[in-house]
């Protein structure tokens, strides 16, 4: 099924009159701006001053406008936090007029979990804001490792349309460990990992309401996906339950969801993807025949779990490999 | 500064300067592409080799299909940056032996992924290894026999697409690690003829070189493992000139005939000119 349109139902007008009329993309392909003007997108809250857009369990495309990850909004009493801003210009403009809808402060801050498309494609609509982009300090060399190729692959994938105006931009400000952000009120507290999901996740913890927002270290019923490591993944694990939140929202999945309940799937995915790699290597297997069954046991858990098993497999026989 | 020590070094080879040409041309169809459906991508990649054989192989006749080679990929590539690929060497049907395999990933910024050279009655008859996809392409393996003739066979893979780029996954675990190498042994299975396998690998980033320094706007030099070479006792079994499209930590599992119990000797030498070796008893096959 597409997506939910009358749940996201974009804000009337948006696009050429709610945020600076510049960067908008009011030159957009007819059918995209038809698309856009049916949608409607709406940040829920999840806690005190704490808001969150749930993205669909979806590939990227341009149905769905790129906004299929789950974004976040913290809101001090100086300044706005903003998590991520989305998989196109669309969304993440329609994401600063849901966000002038919480709050009237301005967005000091966009902070991107890490380097993929549906989580930094967005990232120009809040340099034009004037937000400052904090990342983890490995996410300039990846932006700059992957940002060609992910302008030509997405293009392929979400049309025209949606592309334009995209531009990978990467932070300015970075976390090399741990950063406190003060939004007047409250503390943001950022941490760098070490490569899990990517070589660059960071996560998000507002203090104040025990919220964490984990990125793409968390996905809930959509299957994980490996573009890191996934033993790094694995021996983080603990780390990342050991963080005292009252609740999560997943970089992929429903929001908010139960912490660190939200960890057991995902953990349990990856042992058994694990497992049966190295019994492959063991048993002599070649990475292309082994992918093929790996992981399989976990089919019936996951949504997207055709789209991603293949892949996360191929990654971790290459990794298991050097065990 | 590294840019410069990059360009002082001129490629001596044949093929690294072919590596290198076609780099800087299709950087820039990397960055305007657009393909479209599945059949003009093949239209596509087909008009990209039209104009790279010529580069490659002058005006040699190319025979297809012969089955003297065969290749095999995924129809579809899970990861960009992790495609497995087989090559198949029917002996029967070149006699005097297969000299060497040389493959090419027409679309890629490095068409020309690597050219094998097999060791004469090294019985090689089956290579595998790993690749970047960027986009639709043909996958395609031309062997040339001894006697000169050239045979091609060739497979299309569907890019991925989405976030799997065909990049490095953990950087400072790849500049860590770098140079270790890996041999497994695999002892003939079923008949007693069928010869032993290896499977080497190399723990090396095998970088692009089409990132750009956000500063400067240049390109980042490529740092790749460009010549391999695997012996046993001095003699060779299989040496490679490969590029940036051989997937980081390069790796190669491959059937050979063994002449008598002499170790193995690998050699690898990278783009900054870092030579990494390493030796291996043969273990006893079992025959």
């Given amino acids: 099924m597409p997506i939910d349109r009358v749940r996201r139902k974009l804000v009337n007008g948006f696009a050429c009159t709610a945020v600076s009329a510049a960067v908008l993309p009011c030159c957009l392909g007819r059918a995209a701006l038809a698309a856009a003007g049916s949608l409607e997108f709406k940040v829920e809250k999840v806690a005190d001053g704490v808001f969150a857009f749930r993205g669909v369990d979806e590939l990227m495309s341009a149905a769905n406008q790129g906004a299929i990850s789950n974004l976040g909004v913290v809101v001090g009493t100086d300044a706005v936090a903003v998590i991520d801003s989305g998989g196109s210009l669309i969304e993440a403009n329609a994401f600063i007029a849901a966000i002038g809808k919480v709050s009237a402060k301005p967005v000091r801050y966009l902070i991107n979990t890490h380097m993929h498309p549906d989580h930094i494609f967005g990232n120009a609509a809040f340099r034009e804001i004037g937000a400052t982009i904090v990342g983890h300090h490995n996410l300039p060399r990846a932006l700059e490792a992957r940002g060609a190729f992910y302008l030509q692959s997405f293009r392929e994938q979400i049309g025209e349309a949606l592309m334009k105006g995209i531009e990978i931009i990467p932070p300015t400000r970075l976390v090399d460990d741990r950063l406190q952000l003060d939004l007047g009120g409250r503390v943001l507290e950022l941490r760098a990992w070490k490569a899990a999901h990517t070589d660059n996740d960071l996560t998000v913890f507002d203090g104040a309401t025990g919220t964490l927002f984990a990125g793409d270290l968390v996905f809930v019923g959509s299957l994980p996906t490996l573009d890191g490591s996934l033993l790094g993944w694995l021996r983080q694990m603990d780390a990342l339950a050991a963080i005292g939140a009252a609740r999560v929202v997943p970089g992929h999945g429903p929001v908010p969801a139960d912490w660190p309940q939200a960890l057991t799937a995902e953990r349990r995915y990856f042992e058994v993807l694990a497992h049966d790699i190295r019994k492959a290597i063991a048993d002599g297997r070649p990475l292309s025949e082994a992918v093929k069954t790996a992981g399989r046991s976990e089919r019936g858990n996951w949504r997207l779990f055709d789209d991603y098993n293949e892949r996360n497999a191929t990654a971790a026989f290459a990794e298991l490999e050097w065990e | ?287």
């Fill in chain 2, 1 to 287: 500064m590294q840019d410069h020590a990059y360009r002082s070094r001129q490629p001596t080879l044949p093929l690294a300067a072919i590596f290198a040409a076609i780099i800087l041309a299709v950087g820039t169809f990397l960055g305007s592409s657009g393909a479209a459906d599945a059949q003009q991508a093949t239209a596509s990649s087909d008009s990209i080799w039209q104009d790279l054989k010529g580069d490659v192989f002058g005006d040699r006749a190319i025979l297809v299909d012969t089955g003297v080679v065969r290749i095999e990929a995924p129809k579809r590539a899970q990861d960009a940056a992790i495609v497995p690929v087989d090559i198949y060497i029917d002996l029967d049907k070149a006699p005097d032996g297969v000299k060497s395999v040389t493959l090419i990933i027409d679309v890629n910024p490095a068409p020309v992924a690597a050219a094998f050279q097999i060791g004469k009655d090294a019985g090689v008859t089956h290579l595998s290894t790993r690749v970047r996809v960027n986009d639709y392409s043909y996958l395609r393996a031309i062997a040339e026999t001894q006697g000169g003739e050239l045979h091609m066979a060739q497979t299309f893979v569907k890019a991925s697409g989405g976030c799997s780029a065909p990049a490095v996954k953990n950087q400072d675990e790849a500049m860590a690690t770098m140079g270790q190498m890996k041999l497994r042994q695999f002892p003939p299975q079923e008949t007693m003829t069928k010869a032993q396998e290896l499977q080497l690998m190399i723990r090396h980033p095998n970088n692009s070189g089409l990132q750009r320094n956000p500063l400067t706007q240049y390109f980042i030099p490529a740092h790749f493992v460009q010549k391999l070479s695997i012996s046993q006792a001095d003699r060779p079994i299989l040496s490679m000139e490969g590029g940036i499209s051989i997937s980081e930590d390069p790796n190669f599992r491959f059937d050979f005939k063994a002449h008598g119990n002499g170790e193995i000797q690998v050699e690898a030498i990278d783009t900054d000119g870092k030579v990494f070796r390493d030796q291996w008893p043969l273990e006893a096959t079992g025959l």
